[in-house]
């Protein structure tokens, strides 16, 4: 009896760790949603003293000068170059001309079975292998065919499963697992 139990156990167990998730949906870099973490290099023409850098808090806004606090979080970069350019119309510019960029995008993470997990700064055009590689590569232990990805949309963390060139973006997670033999 103990027997079988054990082997049902080991048999939940393994359905357990293949789970079916969705592959990772593909996204359009012109969508790219602006968070916390991330770096906004604004110009206001003809206006040096407000042409800097500016970081979007943790509260998902951005601390303007006479302005105030701008929200960002969930916008797109030119949907926001809207928002201040619409407040700054308010009674302070007549007609200002805003440029607004990123100019450094939120890190991602790299979690198990890699030899340095961590956080590391975010590149264009990075996928999991060269996650994984900027994290020192995977461990003996690990599945190197099946990885997970959390991204944090709208609010709302979702797990999707991932292949070696899936396409990251800034506040990704990659999870390597350990491998059963």
């Not at 082997?7 to 870099?29: E, K, N, Y």
């Not at 906004?40 to 970081?55: F, G, K, Q, R």
């Not at 000068?65 to 809207?82: S, W």
Request: glycine share 10%; net charge negative.
């Amino acid at each position: 009896m103990r027997g079988l139990l054990a082997i049902f156990g080991c048999v939940l167990a393994l359905a357990a760790c293949s789970s079916t998730l969705q592959p990772l949906p593909t996204t359009d870099s012109s969508s790219y949603l602006l968070d916390s973490g991330d770096q906004l290099h604004i110009i206001v023409y003809n206006e040096d003293s407000l042409s800097t850098d500016y970081l979007v808090g943790d509260n998902g806004t951005v601390s303007f000068p006479m302005v105030g606090e701008l929200k960002a979080r969930g916008l797109t970069v030119d949907q926001f170059r809207q928002e201040l350019y619409d407040a700054l119309r308010k009674g302070i510019f007549v007609n200002p001309g805003i440029s607004v960029e990123v100019s450094q995008y939120r890190p991602f993470y790299v979690v198990g079975e890699v030899s340095k997990p961590g956080q590391y700064p975010y590149a264009a055009g990075l996928n999991v292998l060269t996650a994984v590689a900027v994290a020192g590569g995977f461990t003996v232990r690990a599945d190197t065919d099946q990885m997970t990805v959390v991204r944090t949309s709208r609010g709302k963390a979702a797990e999707w499963s991932a292949g070696r060139l899936t396409e990251l973006q800034p506040g990704d997670v990659v999870v390597v697992r350990e491998r059963f033999f």
